[in-house]
């Protein structure tokens, strides 16, 4: 197959390095924007029929019109959740998506980090020490293997943290609609009243939209942790901040946020922060909260450059063959 075209939308600097050293491998010529697709920008796809677009910003109904009406005919999001993109104006539409798997190990890893350092009070012992305040915290860390966690959602990287945790000697529980990792596997209720820690790897979907609200967290263990490196959406944050606040749980650790938009992959030191939650949130010395990086290692980097590439080359191929 001859050399094809594809479109890279939100392109950051080291995405574009490791497009330009991929792409002649495997016979592509990209062109690299590094501003989010939108309707301002769709002609930039210069005859193209496959884009490739990033998580940080939403393709709405209108957006998928314009892209229709210049020629797109496929779209690979270079992550693994499509909650950003109107999958059903797509599918209306006539625009084929596809997403990426990259290496499970960069959020495996990452969410176990968020569980020691919640479990062990990291955040105000490292503000404390910051300001020369050496003493001990007043409130004794917990082990791992003491706990029983529950993974709530165990595709790949739900898989890849259970894999960790066994390591630690934890028990692990588990919930999910498929149930082949080495877990324990409960009902949802029977998780909820019996994890110490709460870990979520699930995908947003209408389903799972606050997955974590009032009503389950009433049923979890008093001082339980909740870790959270899927999606915001997944908990709501008005009753995860309530329960909180009253001491129903002993901490939370947020790679992810509702209403991470906007905010999240932007420099907020000069602006004012209209996210109460998060500004209540952040005042709690045991919440943390991160800014939607767990996946931001070099290997996930590569993983998912090449395969947003190889995406559009199954597409393209799937037209010749008919």
């Known amino acids: 197959m001859k050399n094809i075209g594809i479109t890279v939308y939100g392109c950051d600097h080291d995405e574009a390095e490791a497009l330009l050293e991929i792409s002649p491998n495997l016979c592509v010529i990209p062109t690299i924007i590094n501003a989010p697709v939108s309707e301002l920008n769709i002609a930039s796809a210069c005859g193209n029929r496959c884009i490739s677009v990033g998580h940080k910003s939403e393709i709405s109904e209108r957006v998928l019109h314009s892209l229709k009406d210049n020629g797109i005919e496929y779209i690979s999001t ?4 499509y909650d950003h993109i109107d999958m059903q104006a797509a599918l209306k539409i006539g625009i084929a998506v596809g ?36 003493r001990l915290n007043s409130v004794r860390g917990k082990e791992l293997s003491d706990m029983t966690i529950g993974v709530i959602g165990t595709g790949h990287i739900g898989k890849a943290v259970i894999k960790r945790l066994k390591g630690f000697g934890c028990r692990v529980l588990a919930y999910s609609n498929n149930s082949d990792a080495a877990a324990e596997y409960v009902t949802f209720n029977e998780l909820l009243k019996k994890s110490d820690i709460i870990t979520l790897h699930l995908p947003l979907t209408a389903d799972t939209r606050h997955i974590i ?32 606040e009253n001491k129903k749980l002993g901490g939370a ?24 939650f998060l500004l ?25 450059i090449k395969k947003t590439i190889i995406n559009c080359i199954d597409f393209e191929r799937s037209l010749l063959h008919g």
């Open 78 to 81: 270079r992550s693994m959740g």
């Open 99 to 134: 997403n990426v798997e990259y290496s499970p190990n960069s959020v495996a890893d990452y969410t176990v980090m968020l569980m020691l350092m919640a479990v062990r009070n990291a955040k105000a012992i490292i503000s404390s020490a910051s300001k020369y305040d050496f």
């Open 213 to 244: 609200g009032c009503g389950q967290i009433k049923k979890m263990k008093q001082g339980a942790f909740i870790i959270n490196t899927g999606r915001g959406a997944l908990i709501n944050t008005g009753s995860l901040t309530k329960a909180l």
């Open 253 to 276: 650790a947020l790679d992810v946020l509702e209403g991470e938009e906007g905010l999240f992959y932007f420099d907020c030191t000069q602006k004012p922060i209209d996210n109460m």
């Open 280 to 304: 209540q949130l952040q005042r709690m010395p045991n919440v943390i909260i991160t800014p939607h990086t767990a996946y931001h290692t070099e290997r996930a980097l590569y993983d998912t």
